[in-house]
């Protein structure tokens, strides 16, 4: 492999590594849990695609996840109980609610022109119970902005 393309190897994978910065240092200076499994993918995506995904297709398909997210968890935790800690499936209501949430998410992303694949782990997180509905409403989406204002602010303009 030439050298040349090892080089942008590891420039993509910094700039991966950077788009975390701005939510990594809200999460150490707040304590909120602004870094979460699914802006691993997203920053992977947007550093590595020639031609990533638009902001509204990124937000876009993160926001249908956590709507789905809650919404799944909520309707679910209004019919049974669901355990206090999650990734407890006995008996298996938040496994319900994952799939539930998955379908939905991907249903919704589909109607609303946003697919963006990492969404399907935000909506995961969310109706498993890793954050709270509240968390979840509060913390993911200027988190996943955050990764586009990083994102921006290294190209030095938007994508279309």
Not at 121 to 138: H, K, R, W, Y
Request: glycine share 8%; aromatic share 4%.
């Amino acid at each position: 492999m030439p050298q040349t393309d090892v080089q942008d190897d590891v420039a993509v994978g910094v700039r991966a590594g950077l788009l975390l910065s701005l939510s990594a240092a809200v999460a150490w200076l707040s304590g909120a849990p602004a870094v979460f499994p699914s802006l691993g993918p997203t920053a992977f995506v947007l550093s590595t695609a020639r031609q990533g995904p638009s902001e509204r297709v990124v937000v876009g398909g993160h926001a249908v996840g956590v709507v789905a997210g809650v919404a799944s968890y909520l309707a679910v935790s209004a019919v049974v109980p669901v355990p206090d800690s999650p990734l407890l499936f006995d008996p298996p209501w938040l496994a319900l609610s994952g799939i539930l949430a998955v379908a939905l998410t991907t249903t919704g992303m589909r109607v609303t022109d946003s697919v963006h694949p990492p969404a399907c782990a935000t909506t995961l997180i969310v109706s498993l119970g890793l954050l709270s509905p509240i968390q979840s409403v509060v913390v993911v989406l200027p988190a996943v902005i955050s990764l586009l204002v990083v994102d921006r602010a290294l190209d030095g303009s938007l994508r279309g």
